[in-house]
């Protein structure tokens, strides 16, 4: 794909979750704080068949995410096997866009950059969030 594809994926995946979880949001009052938001991502992420996500350490300002299980990993090293570079990029937009909704920030507010990936053969995906 290149990295303006790569790009396109991110921004695509970011904008989709950002607006999919700010009208979500919107419909369940209920959902107030920090920590219930987070999990609620965490089980939209998981029942959406994308896999599993952990927060490792999180605030506002960025942190960590951790994926110890991945629909996009299964698939890529089914078809393709190991890569030597990380590949989850849907998931770094996803990362971002609901973080955006969560901490109540513009769209673009974060970028999400993955550190490990299983598709290169480690252990989990771990994800680096930071302000832009």
């Not at 987070?38 to 959406?48: H, I, K, T, V």
Request: proline fraction near 2%; hydrophobic fraction near 35%; glycine fraction near 12%.
């Amino acid at each position: 794909m290149g990295e303006e594809g790569v790009a396109l994926l991110v921004k695509s995946a970011e904008e989709a979750s950002y607006k999919g979880f700010q009208l979500l949001l919107g419909q369940l009052d209920r959902i107030r704080t920090i920590k219930s938001k987070l999990e609620l991502f965490a089980s939209l992420y998981q029942n959406c068949g994308l896999g599993i996500i952990y927060f490792e350490k999180l605030n506002p300002k960025g942190g960590r995410i951790a994926s110890v299980s991945s629909h996009h990993v299964t698939g890529w090293l089914a078809k393709h096997g190991r890569r030597q570079t990380p590949g989850c990029h849907f998931t770094r937009g996803w990362i971002a866009g609901v973080l955006e909704v969560i901490y109540d920030r513009p769209l673009g507010s974060y970028a999400v950059e993955e550190q490990t990936c299983k598709m290169t053969g480690n252990e989990k995906c771990l994800f680096k969030v930071r302000e832009r």
